[in-house]
């Protein structure tokens, strides 16, 4: 399986502000994702992050609010952009391996807007 | 577009016994995979156990198996000889066999293993 690392792990933050979360994978991916875990919740995809061109946002959740980069096959960030206090969640990312059988996820990053 | 259903929110067992989460999907697809994740207290994701729909047998990880019925759409995640570290939520998830394709979460079950 896939070592996924995520940085920061957690954070406080105001509203307003602008939090930039990366993804690292310790071996080339096909597809990476980004999920969205709101308090009590269970997980929600906010975007597919694809190498080299614009994400594939879900139903929801768009660019200005949530960019995502992906400049090579190991490597993506989300920024939440603008935050406010209902932002506040867990965001993950998680990948698909080169056979397409399973998803790993990262340890999250935990996101408080105050 | 593809449901996952976990009609149980909350659950307990006691230590060394057995436990059945239940799991129920719709979808139209023919081929795709389910799977079972546990997230304990410190949040990370960890799969549990994957299935193949296009596989008849089910599949088991040590204390872990799944009991799936294509036809009724049903996938329960059966737990033997219960842990105190089997606590956390636990969420079946739904993937169409499709490059690209993400995961579809159900809402979640929570168990407590009880010593």
């Known amino acids: 399986s896939a070592v996924i690392s995520q940085k920061p792990s957690r954070d406080i933050c105001q509203r307003g502000t602008s939090l930039t979360i990366q993804c690292q994978v310790d071996s080339q991916v096909t597809m990476m994702f980004w999920y969205r875990q709101q308090p009590g919740q269970s997980l929600t995809l906010i975007a597919t992050?694809?190498?080299?061109?614009?994400?594939?946002?879900e139903s929801g959740f768009v660019i200005d609010k949530f960019p995502i980069s992906r400049p090579n096959l190991t490597f993506s960030t989300l920024t939440v952009s603008n935050m406010s206090p209902e932002d506040s969640s867990i965001y993950l990312c998680?990948?698909?391996?080169?056979?397409?059988?399973?998803?790993?996820f990262g340890p999250g990053t935990r996101l408080l807007v105050l | 577009a593809q449901t996952v259903t976990q009609s149980q929110p909350e659950m307990s067992v006691q230590e060394a016994e057995t436990v059945t989460l239940s799991c129920t999907y719709d979808t139209s697809e023919s081929n795709y995979y389910l799977f079972w994740y546990k997230q304990p207290p410190s949040r990370q994701m960890i799969l549990v156990i994957r299935?193949?729909?296009?596989?008849?047998q089910n599949a088991t990880e040590n204390r872990f198996s799944v009991n799936f019925q294509k036809a009724a759409k049903s996938f329960s995640l059966k737990i033997s000889d219960s842990q105190l570290g089997d606590t956390a939520m636990y969420f079946c998830?739904?993937?169409?066999?499709?490059?690209?394709?993400?995961?579809?979460f159900g809402g979640g079950t929570r168990l407590m293993v009880k010593p």
């Open positions: 299935q193949e729909a296009y596989k008849q």
């Open positions: 998680s990948v698909r391996g080169w056979l397409g059988e399973t998803q790993y």
């Open positions: 992050a694809n190498q080299g061109s614009e994400a594939t946002y």
């Open positions: 998830a739904f993937m169409k066999d499709n490059a690209g394709n993400m995961l579809t």
